[in-house]
């Protein structure tokens, strides 16, 4: 069992940065594959970036790439968001999750989840 909490969301202003963390309860942390969701309103859910359990491998969405970096401390049991160059579009709940790597990195399927943080981003 994996338990998540997310921290770090808030109200910012086109073009600034935020960085979300996300910590993780357990003794086996490196051996999860970690990503970040969000959920804008009125739209569905969708992975933002993902990174392997060794922090070797990681994705983004093509929306985020070149401003959003996912990044893993395992002494820490905790991953990070930083988002940069932030654009209202970016506004949305964001939420940790985790899948045991025996599924994969590219597991769509992610098994425990955070609560959920609100990033805000102003025009």
């Known amino acids: 069992q994996v338990q998540l909490v997310e921290s770090g969301g808030g109200l910012v202003q086109a073009g600034g940065s935020l960085r979300l963390s996300c910590a993780a309860s357990?003794?086996?942390?490196?051996?999860?594959?970690m990503g970040w969701f969000r959920r804008a309103p009125g739209k569905d859910r969708e992975l933002v970036a993902a990174?392997?359990?060794?922090?070797?491998?990681?994705r983004y969405a093509d929306s985020v790439k070149g401003r959003f970096t996912i990044s893993r401390d395992n002494a820490k049991n905790t991953v990070y968001l930083q988002m940069t160059s932030l654009k209202p579009e970016d506004t949305a709940v964001y939420y940790c999750?985790?899948?045991?790597?025996?599924?994969?990195?590219?597991?769509?399927?992610?098994?425990?989840w955070g609560q959920g943080t609100q990033v805000t981003v102003s025009s």
């Open positions: 999750a985790a899948v045991s790597s025996l599924y994969g990195f590219f597991s769509t399927e992610y098994h425990y």
């Open positions: 357990g003794r086996t942390f490196s051996s999860y594959t």
């Open positions: 990174i392997s359990g060794s922090g070797g491998l990681t």
